[in-house]
């Protein structure tokens, strides 16, 4: 897995990421046929060196859009040296035939089925050049292998206990990838996710569902299952989690700490673009007030570049989470994906500045907004980061709810890091980067940007 620039801590010549340890690389060490007795390696770029030079009989890549370029040169690296490679991932799963040329077989869609396939037929020596997964049900996830955190360098991440219980989406917001390749919504069988739980050390963790209560009767029964753990959790969830009252006292009393919200935008007229009607911004004080009430913490997510956003957007932005008293707030620009409904606008309206995928991180400005310049939206993100983060905005944002764990701390220290990084580290010194004239074909990275809107 490439280094996907994660807000991490560098101490001498360790590193810690401040976010949570992936699920992708142990859920995959879990599903390793016993039979073939295989020595397994995990290496997550993001807080360790790829090691180029080691030895091995089959090398595979986790594959995001942001760090598809290195992903692509590690590969290449790997079978110049005669090591057969196997890349998968989202960015694969969506953008197939820009992968082909980079692995000697792709893994398209989830990978519990087709992942286990693929080793022992590499095994057999009759690997095949793609491996797709067709059959999206809850069965997909039952009775699946217990993660291989043990593979994993546990101090490498502030939150190492990650866990699973849905996988999709049943929303289709324009900005996001899961919904193309993951095309419906999973649930895990509730035992299992206790048994996964059980088997954590500690008493923190987290969910990496997108959002976890889609389903709000399954929601219930996993969250009542919870409370005899003694937990203390926190997940991605939507604004709507508000409207269930009893809900929210089972993950109260289920040990829920904190909830990431993509409250996405303050102006109400953005919704209908996001295809998130749902979110009501009039409500949004009613939310965070109905979570801090549950001693639950608010994590928000907010979105610059949006169509009906102008310059005083950032202020707007800022003033509300000071109001709402949200204690993490998130801060994103607005990134066409490729394989969402985004792209396909914004690519027809010729307003894709850059198709570096190194640029697709949300913290660079690739589009050309509707209401302001790419500078103007660039400079306002900085701006508003660096405001929200002052530390007497922290003091009153934070102020009256109880630090019921370390979540707030660490996130507004990593918050602060990450602003000094937005100004200072020289890949953030442009919106995006210098682009070669070209148009996008469908092929990926190697051409970058269209003509100028």
């Known amino acids: 897995m490439p280094d996907a620039h994660m807000h991490k801590l560098h101490v001498g010549r360790l590193v810690r990421s401040f976010r949570e340890a992936p699920l992708t690389l142990t859920t995959l060490a879990g599903l390793v046929p016993p039979e073939l007795d295989a020595d397994i390696r995990l290496v997550d770029g993001s807080v360790e060196p790829v090691p180029l030079d080691a030895e091995a009989d089959l090398v595979g890549i986790s594959v995001i859009t942001g760090c598809a370029n290195p992903a692509y040169a590690i590969a290449d690296h790997y079978r110049k040296r005669g090591i057969p490679v196997v890349l998968g991932g989202v960015h694969v799963t969506i953008l197939p035939e820009e992968a082909r040329p980079h692995a000697d077989a792709l893994v398209i869609g989830l990978a519990e089925r087709t992942w286990p396939e693929l080793l022992r037929d590499a095994a057999a020596g009759r690997l095949k050049d793609r491996y797709r997964e067709d059959r999206f049900d809850d069965a997909l996830v039952s009775g699946r292998p217990l993660p291989r955190r043990d593979l994993q360098r546990r101090g490498a991440y502030m939150m190492p206990n990650t866990v699973y219980a849905t996988r999709g989406c049943k929303r289709a917001c324009d900005f996001c990838a899961t919904p193309p390749a993951i095309p419906a919504f999973i649930r895990r069988p509730v035992p299992d996710v206790i048994a996964d739980i059980r088997s954590l050390r500690g008493r923190y963790l987290c969910f990496n569902d997108v959002s976890l209560i889609d389903d709000v009767d399954y929601a219930k ?45 303050v102006n109400p007229n953005n919704m209908k673009t996001l295809h998130k009607g749902f979110n009501k911004t009039a409500a949004y004080r009613r939310v965070v007030d109905a979570l801090h ?38 801060y994103s620009l607005y990134t066409p994906y490729p394989g969402t409904p985004l792209f396909s606008r914004l690519l027809a309206e010729n307003r894709i500045l850059s198709f570096n995928w190194d640029d697709y991180d949300t913290m660079h400005a690739v589009i050309q907004p509707a209401r302001m310049s790419v500078q103007e939206l660039y400079d306002g993100f900085r701006w508003a980061y660096r405001e929200t983060f002052r530390l007497r905005r922290i003091a009153r944002r934070v102020a009256g709810l109880e630090l019921t764990c370390l979540v707030n701390a660490v996130g507004n220290l990593a918050y602060r890091i990450f602003v000094r990084r937005l100004y200072n580290d020289p890949r953030f010194a442009t919106p995006y980067s210098v682009a070669r004239p070209g148009a996008w074909t469908g092929s990926g990275s190697s051409l970058c940007a269209p003509a100028a809107p």
């Open 221 to 265: 029964e996993l969250f009542t299952a919870m409370i005899p753990l003694r937990k203390r959790w926190g997940g991605l969830t939507t604004v709507e989690v508000a409207n269930h009252p009893e809900l929210l006292d089972l993950m109260r009393r289920s040990g829920c700490a904190y909830l990431l919200l993509g409250f996405e935008s």
């Open 293 to 330: 009430a549950h001693g639950i913490a608010v994590q928000g997510c907010f979105v610059f570049g949006l169509d009906e956003d102008d310059a005083s957007v950032f202020a707007d932005t800022v003033e509300q989470v000071m109001a709402m008293r949200v204690d993490i707030p998130r």
